[in-house]
């Protein structure tokens, strides 16, 4: 099962690091996804790590201000969020398949394994 953590309230201009736990998975054969969903809208992606990192791709919102990376010793994967802005306000969920290519797209329904998502709140 997948977990995600360390969201909260912020304020513009913060930074937050998000965790997910891969427990009892060999996570380095996982690709991991990065999700997020505002208040009445889509779910939207965004990044996407294939297995062992070799590859990183960022939606439009997210570029230059998040990073991916993970831990294999930890089995945990993380996301960085900087100079956050009201906008990113959202649900973040991780999700995680095995050997994940991007050339499946960064999208939800290349995931099939999803963990509960953790709340992100940016004021102004």
């Known amino acids: 099962q997948l977990q995600a953590s360390g969201g909260g309230l912020v304020q513009a201009g913060d930074s937050l690091r998000l965790s997910c736990a891969l427990s009892g998975r060999t996570v380095h054969t996982y690709g991991v996804g990065w999700f997020r969903q505002a208040p009445g809208k889509k779910r939207e992606a965004v990044s996407c790590?294939?297995?062992?990192?070799?590859?990183?791709e960022y939606s439009d919102s997210a570029k230059g201000r998040v990073t991916a990376s993970r831990d294999n010793a930890k089995n945990t994967a993380y996301l960085d969020l900087n100079s956050l802005k009201p906008e990113d306000t959202a649900v973040y969920y991780c999700a995680a398949r095995t050997y994940f290519s991007l050339l499946a797209g960064c999208v939800a329904e290349s995931f099939d394994e999803w963990g509960q998502g953790t709340l992100v709140t940016v004021s102004s």
């Open positions: 790590t294939t297995v062992r990192d070799e590859s990183i």
